[in-house]
């Protein structure tokens, strides 16, 4: 009986390892997304778009077509590779069932790293479709988070890559520029879907847009013009040509599920030092001793931020203390701005301009009623239950709250050069430096 039993046993071990993966699937079954894109429909609710490799091992030509489907058809778009499918649907799963109605694979979104929704659609809210996502098991919380100007099918066509062959890589390296240039937040799905439900600071989103470059003029000018900061412009208003026509430059700004207003390069800059997210920028600033020229200042944080919020007569006073360092990496003028007298006029003069824009920054936010600097956390330590916080609205009152800022700046290195020398023509004359 002993023996039957353990037989019995190893038939059953046996059978079961044998079944194998009876419900595996493979990788030519599947359609793996790259992007998800959601906009206002024409003729139903909304407009969805897909980004699909071809998966045929090379890269293609340009073409379109339509396909039937519910909802007034689809239209598919190929370009280097990659196909970028729209279709109008009355919800996002009902979409994907509908895509899969004419497609040979089935969609699968592990893969998934661009979320993008329209401008259009997100200033008439996304609460209502932001949380259908984090019920698919596929749809991951760490996608980047997308606003964009103008069509999503247009951006998500646009959105190639033109230094090497492999998108999720180039998606993946674009993102991770934010740390180098501090112009835009990588801002993850599931940070904004939590953000919209806790009440001590509110969402925001990666600013982005198709830029069709006709704002760069042929030709060659005079190089006048005021003093401009490289931030001081919004995604799809930079003046250049070449490379992807997809840029990422600013942030979006919500207030619950609606979006209110957006920031430019460097009021995003200012924003991500006031949350003590900021990491590295160039910077250029005025010449203190040469007005027409600019200095440019590799901008780094020094120290994690500093916040002390106190309330009198229940208002919120906040005291802001940004810690920064830097090194010098271009003088336009021959001013010797390294020697220990000239620095701290220099330092003072970065001081300044990041305090402006500090200060910008913190009232155009309160102007829109939206609290993105994340200042409720350290204000709700003050409360002694949650009922007491959320009783108080914190993100109704910020718009009230006194907010005083100020920043350290220290210049730690000159780069290669010691000292600004004066450089002299044949003539004898002296020649500024370019």
Not at 63 to 74: K, Y
Not at 136 to 151: D, E, P
Not at 195 to 222: C, H
Request: overall charge neutral; proline content about 2%; charged content about 25%.
């Amino acid at each position: 009986m002993r023996r039957f039993v353990l037989l019995l046993m190893v038939l059953i071990i046996l059978m079961t390892a044998l079944t194998s993966c009876y419900d595996a699937r493979e990788v030519t079954e599947w359609a793996y997304v790259y992007s998800i894109g959601m906009e206002k429909g024409v003729t139903d609710k909304l407009r969805m778009s897909v980004q699909i490799p071809t998966m045929t091992g090379g890269q293609g030509g340009e073409g379109s077509g339509a396909m039937s489907g519910g909802g007034g058809g689809a239209d598919i778009q190929e370009k280097n590779g990659y196909l970028t499918i729209t279709i109008d649907c009355p919800s996002f799963y009902s979409g994907v069932n509908m895509m899969n109605s004419f497609l040979p694979r089935e969609i699968n979104y592990m893969h998934t790293k661009y979320m993008v929704y329209s401008e259009s659609l997100a200033r008439e809210g996304i609460d209502t479709y932001i949380n259908a996502f984090v019920r698919g098991r596929q749809i991951r919380r760490n996608l980047y988070f997308i606003i964009t100007k103008g069509s999503v099918s247009d951006f998500l066509k646009e959105n190639i890559p033109v230094l090497g062959t492999a998108l999720s890589k180039a998606q993946e390296n674009m993102m991770a520029q934010e740390k180098n240039t501090g112009f835009f937040d990588s801002v993850r799905y599931g940070h904004v879907l939590n953000r919209m439900k806790t009440t001590y600071s509110q969402p925001i989103a990666i600013l982005a847009a198709v830029n069709d470059f006709n704002k760069f003029k042929e030709g060659e000018g005079d190089g006048g013009g005021e003093f401009k900061t490289s931030g001081d412009y919004y995604a799809g208003e930079l003046v250049r040509k070449g490379g992807t026509k997809v840029e990422f430059f600013g942030t979006a700004l919500f207030n619950g599920g609606k979006m209110v207003g957006e920031l430019n390069g460097d009021e995003t800059r200012a924003m991500l030092m006031a949350r003590g997210d900021f990491e590295r920028g160039f910077y250029v600033v005025e010449d203190p001793k040469a007005p027409d020229k600019i200095i440019t200042v590799d901008v780094r944080k020094q120290k994690t931020r500093n916040v002390k919020v106190r309330f009198e007569e229940g208002m919120p006073i906040i005291d802001l203390k940004v810690f920064l360092e830097g090194d010098i990496l271009a003088i336009q003028s021959t001013v010797d701005y390294e020697s220990k007298e000239l620095k701290p006029i220099l330092e003072e003069a970065v001081k300044k301009q990041i305090k402006s824009q500090l200060d910008k920054t913190i009232k155009k936010c309160q102007k829109l009623n939206t609290e993105v600097f994340k200042f409720g956390f350290i204000a709700a330590t003050h409360f002694a239950t949650i009922q007491d916080w959320e009783e108080y609205n914190w993100l109704g009152t910020f718009k009230d709250a006194q907010v005083n800022t100020e920043v350290e700046f220290t210049i730690r290195r000159t780069g290669t050069m010691l000292k600004s020398s004066e450089i002299y023509s044949s003539e004898g004359e002296k020649s500024e430096t370019k």
